[in-house]
C-alpha cells in the first residue's frame, strides 16, 4: 500500500520565490499519477519534495497516514522508500548494468547474494537480463532508461517518481518505453508520479493527469474527462487543441452566432456547471464538421500532420476554430463549417461578446 495525502502543500525559496503554493492532492495507491504543467510551474519541486530532497515551508505530505513532511517533521530521502527516475539517467559509468541497478540495495546494506538476486529480478522485468554485464556507454539511450527504471524498481521502492524520463529519447524509442513503463507498473503495482510537459505522453499513460499551473493542481481527472470537461478556460486552452467561442447558454444548447443551436456535452460531477446566459463555448477539432449547408468560412491555415491536416478557419461572423480534415484543404479555401457539440465555461471577458448580450445591446 502506498496511499499519499497532500495537503496545503508550500515551497518558498530562500530568495523568497514560491514555487508550489496551497497543493492539496491524494495519490490512491498503484496510481499512475501525471503531473502536466508548463516550464516553471513546480513540478520538480513537487517531486523533490516528496523525495525528501526538499523541506516543505508549507503543508503536509503523509503516505498511508504516516507523516513524510510537516511542521517540525521531515523523514529522510532514504526511509521513504521512494524511487527515482529521471530525464538524465543518473547511472554510474564505472559499474556494470547489475551492480548499478544492485546500488540502492548495497546502499541499505543487504547482503550480496540478496542484492544480486533483486538485481537479476529487476533487470528480467525490463527485459535486460543479456545485458546486465555491459557497461552504461555500451547501451543505447532507451536501454539506459531501462536501467535506470531497474534501479528504481530494486530500491524496495512503493512510490516511484519520474522527471521527465523520456524528454532525452527519440520519438520511436519514447513510444517502445511508455509501453514498458506501462507493463512494469502494471506488473510491480507503485505507486508512481510521473512529470512530463508532454501532453500525448500524458494522455497514454496517466490513470489520472494533474494539470499543474502556478505551483498548484488547476485540474486533477482521468485523460479523457480532462480532454472533454476541462473546469477552467487556462486548463482547456493547456490542453491539446480547442477554440473558445463567444455564446449563450439555455439549458442543454447554447447559441453561437452564425451557428444553429449547439447540443452541449453532459457535466462533470467534480466541473462546477456554468449557469445559463453568456459563458464561452469551447470546442474541440473533433466536434467541427466540415460540408454544404454549415456556415460559411475560409480556412485561414492549413498544417499536414500526416494523414490528417490541422485546420483554423473563420467564419464570415469572424469567428476562428479549428477543425481536422482527411483530405487536401488550402488557405484560401471556401468551406461550410457546422458544430456538432461544445463545453461551456465560465470565461468573462467573452461575455459582452456573446449572441444574446449583444442582442439585448443592439435592442
Ligand atoms: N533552488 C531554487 N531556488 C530558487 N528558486 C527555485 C529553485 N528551484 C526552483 N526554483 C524556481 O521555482 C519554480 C519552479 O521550478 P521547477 O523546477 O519546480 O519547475 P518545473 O515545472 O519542473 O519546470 P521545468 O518543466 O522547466 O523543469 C521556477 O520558477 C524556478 O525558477
Redesign the pocket.
Known sequence: MAELTITGLGKR?D?G?R?IAGLDATIRDGEFFVVL?P????????LRLIAGLETATEGTIACDGTPWSGPGVHLRAEDRRVGFVFQSYALWPHMTVAENVAFPAEAAGRPRAEREALAARCLETVGLTPHAARRPAELSGGQRQRVALARALASDARVVLMDEPLANLDPHLRAAMEEEFLRVHRVGGATTLYIT?DQREAMGLADRIAVMMDGRFAQVAAPDELYWRPNSVDVARFVGRGALLPATRRGGLATVEGFPEIPLRDGAPDVRPVPDGPCGLFVRPEEVALGAGGAPARVLRATYRGGVRELTLRTDEGLEVEALATGPVAPGERVGVSIRSGWPLPAPELAALAPAARERAEA
Open positions: 525559496f530568495d520565490s514555487a504543467g516550464s516553471g510551474c513546480g513540478k520538480s519541486t513537487l510537459h
